[in-house]
C-alpha cells in the first residue's frame, strides 16, 4: 500500500512510501514502516511529521531527521548512530547525543516514552546508566576503554543534570 510522509510545517507530500502491511494496522505501524522505507530508499526526512510513529528498533543511522516531529514517536532500541536530530521534536522524550569512542561506538544518553529511567545506548549496548557504569567496569575495568566508557557515561549524565533533564 502506499502511504504518504508530510512535511510538519506546511502539510506537504515530502514523499510516498510503498509499505507492505494491512490496511487496518495501526497509523503508528504503517508510519514506522514508512520511515524504514524511507531510509532505505535514501529519502530525507527533515521537517517530516513523525508524530506516534512505531520505530522501535529501527536503523535510523545517519538518517536527517533535522526538525522532524517525533512527538510521541517509540524510539526504543533504534538506532541513532550519527542521526541528525537538531531541532527534532521529541515532547517529553530526549535524546543527548555523545561522544564516540575511541573505538567508534557512539554514545547516547535517552529517555523515551516507556523508559521509567534515562538509558544508555553504545553500539548495540542498551542499559540504565548504573548497569552501565557496572558492565564497563566489569568487562573493561582499569583499561583505557573502560575509563573512556564510564567518562563518557559521566559525562552524558552531567549534560542531563544541567539542561534539567529527568
Known amino acids: 500500500m502506499k502511504y504518504e510522509i508530510k512535511n510538519r510545517f506546511t502539510g506537504a507530500i ?8 494491512d490496511e487496518n494496522a495501526s497509523t503508528a505501524i504503517k508510519l514506522g514502516l514508512a520511515v524504514m522505507w524511507a531510509i532505505e530508499a535514501g529519502a530525507n526526512l527533515a521537517s517530516a511529521n513523525l508524530t506516534g510513529a512505531n520505530l522501535t528498533s529501527a536503523n535510523l543511522t545517519y538518517a536527517d531527521l533535522t526538525s522532524a516531529n517525533l512527538t510521541y514517536a517509540n524510539l526504543t532500541r533504534a538506532d541513532l548512530t550519527y542521526a541528525n536530530l537538531a531541532y527534532a521534536n521529541l515532547t517529553d522524550q530526549w ?3 555523545g561522544p564516540t569512542r575511541s573505538d567508534g561506538y557512539q554514545f547516547l544518553l535517552m529517555r523515551l516514552t516507556d523508559s521509567t529511567e534515562p538509558m544508555i545506548q553504545a553500539g548495540c549496548r542498551y542499559f ?8 564497563w567496569t ?5 583499561t583505557p576503554l573502560g575509563d573512556e566508557s564510564i567518562a563518557i557515561v559521566n559525562h552524558l549524565v552531567e549534560l542531563a543534570r544541567i539542561r534539567g533533564l529527568k
Open 14 to 21: 515530502k514523499f510516498t512510501a510503498e509499505i507492505k502491511c
Open 95 to 97: 535524546i543527548i547525543q
Open 128 to 135: 540504565t546508566v548504573p548497569v552501565a557504569i557496572e558492565h
Open 138 to 142: 566489569v568487562t573493561r575495568g582499569s
